[in-house]
């Protein structure tokens, strides 16, 4: 019997789709395992009882199956097929087809937030003529730059291209800053 | 076997009742592990034979709970943990609470 039924619901489709990257019977094995552990996590006595409780079970089966798919991607990576090398390695040349869908994404993000930020306000259609260009062609190059990049600090390639996309343009500062891993200096000549 | 934080936990856990059988969420608990650190320290242990991991047989009285794997250490896994623990403990005699440096004043 589980109080939570909805939680239940997603959190077993997290480990669902998590136990995919495993091998056949080995992902099925631990979907198997990691499934029957919700229903005692979701009627846990510990967590006390109460309009909290339900709240902190929901959160603990949550994190729970987040914890397990993370444990899913390292047993799959471990367990025999490698990464493709597609994500591993540089891209050779200019990531045309990348740049152009984030463009366009990012014109769209714009576009939305532009239409619901005049919603509320006198419009200012001017101010759209230099911010517009210089905010897609800013995320662009972070997407680019992203795109290019052997590796990232801190989040996935995939996190930093949404945060690049959704804060404009404070997400890509933060990738430039932060996740961006500074490219290998030359070797520093030899003392002499 | 390097002896981390995590992994001395799980091995306490086990230690203190090495006959019980510890479903993954017991572990958690216990431990006060996130899955995400619990499990594949787990596979692990057992990769190296030191737990042993079986399904619960599928009784009557489970009232619909879907069975559930059960780890425990193996033979072999109990004495290596006593003996990391017990090492664990010797080499670091200095980082007991309390004694690891003076309280902040103490030594004007």
Redesign the interface.
């Known amino acids: 019997?589980t109080a939570l039924p909805r939680t239940q619901r997603l959190a077993d489709h997290m480990i669902r789709r998590a136990c995919r990257r495993l091998p056949g019977e080995a992902g099925d094995e631990r979907y198997?395992?990691?499934?029957?552990?919700l229903?005692?996590?979701l009627s846990?006595p510990?967590v006390g009882s109460g309009i909290g409780a339900r709240m902190r079970r929901s959160a603990r089966a949550l994190?729970?199956a987040?914890?397990?798919?993370?444990?899913a991607r390292?047993?799959g990576r471990a367990g025999g097929q490698p990464r493709p090398a597609a994500s591993l390695q540089a891209q050779p040349g200019f990531p045309v087809r990348r740049v152009v869908v984030g463009v366009l994404i990012d014109v769209a993000v714009v576009a939305l937030f532009i239409a619901l930020s005049t919603a509320f306000r006198p419009p200012r259609p001017w101010l759209l003529i230099p911010v517009l260009p210089a905010a897609a062609g800013f995320a662009a190059f972070c997407l680019a730059d992203l795109a290019r990049a052997r590796q990232v600090r801190y989040l996935p390639k995939w996190g930093w291209a949404i945060a690049c996309l959704i804060q404009i343009p404070l997400g890509g500062i933060m990738y430039l800053a932060a996740g961006k891993v500074p490219a290998a200096r030359p070797e520093p000549p030899a003392q002499p | 076997m390097k002896l981390t934080g995590p992994l001395e936990r799980v091995l306490r856990v086990f230690l203190a009742d090495p006959s019980a059988r510890r479903y993954g969420y017991d572990l958690m608990k216990a431990a006060r592990l996130p899955s995400g650190t619990l499990y594949p320290m787990l596979a692990r242990l057992h990769d190296q034979g030191l737990v042993t991991s079986e399904w619960e047989p599928p009784p009557a009285d489970t009232n619909g709970r879907p069975p559930r794997k059960y780890y425990q250490l193996t033979g072999e896994g109990i004495r290596v943990a006593r003996l990391e623990l017990a090492q664990a403990a010797s080499d670091a005699p200095r980082t007991a609470p309390g004694t690891a440096r003076p309280a902040p004043g103490s030594a004007s």
């Open positions: 019997m198997r395992e990691w499934a029957a552990e229903p005692a996590i846990d510990d994190g729970y987040a914890g397990v798919s993370r444990c390292r047993l």
